[in-house]
């Protein structure tokens, strides 16, 4: 499945996020010398965190996808509902608008005059 650009855009702003947050601690900013040297059974814990970090980066990844097609699901259903008062109400775009939650009425937003009333 191809993804939508907006989303495209999202995965490199948090890519570049990710790969700034590393980079500050970089050996190009920095210098680093060995304090010591990980025992065997500690160079498998890191490799495991190594390989469940990667995991769970694509795991992020997925369900970041997943949120923002859902939102898209979202946002196209809210659209054709008030397309759809608008055209079967006569309602002026230019207004706005909300469903009353107890009778579901459709309100239209009032402004306020300067002289409170």
């Known amino acids: 499945m191809d993804m939508p650009d907006e989303i495209k855009e999202i995965l490199a702003f948090l890519k ?15 210098k680093w010398v060995q304090v010591a040297e990980l025992k065997p059974e500690d ?18 990844e997925t369900l970041m996808v ?3 097609l859902i939102k898209a699901e979202h946002d196209i259903a809210k659209a054709e509902i008030w397309n759809y008062f608008y055209k079967t109400y006569d309602l002026p775009p ?7 939650g107890t009778d579901k009425r459709i309100m239209r ?7 409170g009333d």
């Open 66 to 68: 997943k949120g923002q």
């Open 43 to 60: 160079k498998l814990k890191w490799k495991a965190y190594a390989l469940n970090e990667g995991k769970r980066k694509n795991e992020l």
């Open 109 to 115: 937003r009032i402004e306020k005059d300067n002289d």
């Open 16 to 30: 570049a996020k990710v790969h700034a947050v590393h980079a500050v601690g970089s050996p190009f900013d920095e």
């Open 94 to 100: 230019d207004e706005s608008y909300k469903v009353d």
